[in-house]
């Protein structure tokens, strides 16, 4: 079972950095990816990191988020937080160079993230 942490309450310009773990034993035979969820809003794509290590980036977030993994979990740094990156973040486990919710399987319950001042 995937399980996000590291949301929280924080001003405009700070960084957070959310780690999502449980992905069990065949860590590096699939995509993950990041999403978030703000309020009113659909499930939105944020970022996801190939079985290979490769990239991928929605254009919100490119240059101020940055999508990373060890050998058991992984990591999305945020930096330079708007009000806007408000929303419950959620990671997941699915295909590689996936973007969409289609294209993962395994979905962790998601993290609070509140940019205010």
């Known amino acids: 079972q995937l399980v996000e942490s590291g949301g929280g309450l924080v001003q405009p310009g700070s960084s957070l950095k959310l780690s999502c773990s449980g992905f069990g034993s065949n860590f590096y035979a699939s995509g993950k990816g990041w999403f978030r969820q703000a309020p009113g809003s659909q499930r939105e794509f944020l970022a996801s990191?190939?079985?290979?290590?490769n990239t991928v980036y929605a254009d919100s977030v490119r240059g101020r988020f940055t999508i990373s993994r060890d050998n058991a979990a992984i990591f999305l740094q945020m930096d330079n937080l708007r009000r806007e990156d408000t929303g419950v973040y959620y990671c997941?486990?699915?295909?590689?160079?996936?973007?969409?919710?289609?294209?993962?399987?395994?979905w962790g319950r998601g993290t609070q993230v509140t940019v205010s001042l």
């Open positions: 997941a486990m699915g295909r590689n160079y996936g973007s969409k919710e289609g294209d993962f399987d395994s």
């Open positions: 990191i190939t079985s290979g290590g």
